[in-house]
């Protein structure tokens, strides 16, 4: 299915009509720990305040509390051992029976206090739960709020001020802020450990006013307290031209029919304008706005854009926390923003990585030394950057540069996404996954007109993994390793530079870079990554006109527009010139302004502001 939904506002001006948050008040205040408000360890609960219950796919007795869909058919699977993979043993889900519970229950607290911890109730049976403290606002609030700190019925702390110890993690964010629990190894039993969870919310330690804000908590749950299945349902939005329809859906199928035993449902595509096709960190909370009014509850938005910039340059996917949010559309934690290189096996990792973080994963081992994953079924690297591929943990998919692309997880890693409020669930062997809920309270979408559907882009063939190394026999290995795997958000949340890092582990000769970029063997994001680095390392000479630096400069614009280059490549040297030299960048923007390519057209003249 296609919908069409024009942006609420467009990404080109200074004001939220315009696309973008206040400056002073949305990207820069509202983080402590960087751009994202990573993942979190919680126990968070559901009930004891007495508040509105809303469950997935199930109406409640009258007078019994809010209100949920019909039950319908569905398929049945049998409880799930998952594999290394992540993949599970799900499988199809045939017909079953009405379930006798809900699977996915919300108690709606109101609007509570912050600082003052609120008692909420967790039954047996339940696998996981996710908090949300929330300001109610339209269009969305800049302010942070957040989860504070919890404590499970022993009375231990599994939480404090916004963090797990040993951890990026920070639990707030820009109008809204997550914790779940599951999310580490003390919280990730099966099922989970009943009893009353108390929750604190606040502002993110920045000592500002707090006006009172929304808590709710989502309670994941089935009979036995065990997982049986569920479908993920999916919204897949595309930026312009960013990627084809057709690649887009079947890039979704294969990374997520099977992952973590669940099943793939309804994929909606709706379309946003070409504007929104550059996404830098101060962009990214007002594109996930634009998820207003998207299909279903639970369900995950999929933005598919053209390039990242800013901090997030050389990234693959951004997500704005760990968990977010699939149960509301339209918040600044509403999906996961991907660009994507039409190489199944690249794709399938980037939209795996990034899921994992919206359920509420963590890197296993941090690009930062010293800083990891809370699982003790995780191993962790001494030193990932100067280690790489030769990490114990290469091999996972929650590693940053997301591994060796085999995609295995962990058993805790599983838990954790099965335990999570992104899919419908079901409750007992034989039985359905439960209907969508209901529209929910988030803002009602701004009018909007249809955008015409992009043409996508050709397919360049399945390029190779990152240990397949014939392109990069003259670059050292390790920066072969970031040109070709995945550079997450969360990395760049943290305070990582991609181009600081490719620099650190050898990476900074342009000639070698150029090599890589004209290479039609090398991987489309290594080319892409090369030809924007070549131009960096141009650019400390450039102020100081040179032989080399004309050359490097020269061969960039060249590659920039030869319509033979995937597409992606042509923008990495759209980049590289724009760092090489803002004059060349404005010139090079004039003579792509016709390019059949409207998309790069595009990028040109946004790198040459």
């Not at 606040?202 to 309670?219: C, E, H, I, K, Q």
């Not at 709706?270 to 962009?283: K, N, T, V």
């Not at 999570?420 to 988030?442: F, K, M």
């Amino acid at each position: 299915m296609t919908e069409s939904l024009a942006p609420a506002s467009s990404a080109t001006g200074r004001s939220r009509q315009q696309g973008t948050p206040g400056r002073g008040r949305g990207a820069t205040r509202a983080r402590r720990g960087g751009l994202f408000a990573a993942g979190v360890l919680a126990a968070l609960a559901a009930g004891a305040c007495g508040g509105n219950v809303v469950v997935d796919g199930f109406e409640p007795p009258e007078g019994s509390g809010g209100a949920g869909g019909s039950w319908g058919t569905g398929r049945s699977t049998s409880a799930v051992t998952p594999d290394p993979t992540g993949s599970g043993q799900g499988g199809d889900i045939g017909e079953g029976g009405a379930p006798p519970i809900p699977p996915l229950v919300e108690e709606d607290l109101g609007e509570i206090v912050a600082g003052v911890p609120v008692p909420v109730d967790i039954p047996p049976g339940t696998l996981g739960f996710t908090a949300i403290a929330q300001f109610m606002t339209s269009p969305p609030s800049f302010d942070p709020i957040g989860i504070a700190e919890i404590s499970g019925p022993d009375g231990r702390t599994l939480m404090a001020d916004y963090t797990i110890p040993g951890t990026l993690a920070s639990f707030y964010n820009q109008g809204i802020g997550t914790a779940a629990v599951p999310q580490t190894s003390a919280a990730a039993a099966v099922p989970l450990v009943p009893g009353t969870y108390w929750i604190t919310i606040g502002d993110g330690s920045f000592g500002l006013p707090v006006a009172p804000a929304r808590l709710s908590v989502w309670r994941r749950q089935t009979l036995d307290g065990r997982f049986h299945g569920g479908k993920l349902d999916i919204n897949a939005f595309i930026a312009g031209e960013a990627i084809s329809e057709d690649y887009l859906q079947s890039a979704l199928r294969r990374a997520y029919q099977g992952f973590v035993g669940l099943d793939v449902g309804s994929v909606t595509v709706h379309r946003l304008g070409a504007e929104w096709g550059f996404i830098d960190e101060e962009l990214l909370p007002i594109l996930l706005e634009q998820t207003t009014g998207a299909r279903g509850r639970p369900a995950l938005n999929v933005i598919a854009v053209s390039q990242f910039g800013g901090r997030l340059e050389g990234a693959a996917g951004a997500t704005p926390s760990a968990p977010s949010v699939a149960v509301e559309h339209g918040t600044h934690l509403s999906g996961i923003v991907v660009t994507l290189f039409e190489d199944p096996q690249v794709d399938t990792a980037i939209l795996r990585h990034e899921l994992g973080h919206f359920a509420g994963l963590f890197h296993t081992t941090e690009i930062e030394p010293a800083f990891a994953d809370p699982l003790d079924d995780t191993v962790r690297c001494d030193d990932a950057l100067e280690l790489l591929e030769f990490c114990p943990d290469y091999d996972n998919i929650m590693f940053p540069t997301g591994g060796d692309f085999s995609g295995k997880m962990t058993p805790q890693q599983t838990t954790i996404v099965q335990a999570s409020a992104v899919y419908r669930g079901i409750v007992e062997d034989g039985g359905g996954a439960a209907d969508p809920l209901p529209a929910g309270r988030g803002p009602s979408p701004a009018g909007r007109a249809p955008d015409p559907a992009g043409r996508g882009q050709a397919g360049h063939g399945a390029a190779p993994a990152p240990g397949d190394r014939a392109w990069a026999a003259a670059l050292p290995s390790r920066a072969a390793t970031l040109l070709g795997g995945h550079f997450c958000g969360h990395s760049a949340a943290a305070g990582a530079d991609y181009f600081a890092l490719l620099r650190a582990t050898g990476g900074a000769d342009a000639d070698r870079l150029l090599a890589v970029g004209r290479d039609p063997g090398a991987p489309v994001q290594a080319r892409a990554r090369a030809l924007a680095a070549a131009g960096r390392a141009a650019a400390p000479v450039a102020a100081a006109p040179s032989t080399a630096s004309a050359r490097v400069l020269a061969d960039l614009e060249a590659l920039a527009v030869d319509p033979r280059l995937p597409r992606r490549a042509r923008l990495g040297a759209i980049q590289g010139v724009a760092a090489a030299s803002p004059a060349a960048a404005r010139a090079l923007a004039s003579r792509l302004a016709a390019d059949p390519d409207t998309v790069v057209g595009r990028m040109a003249t946004r790198a040459a502001r």
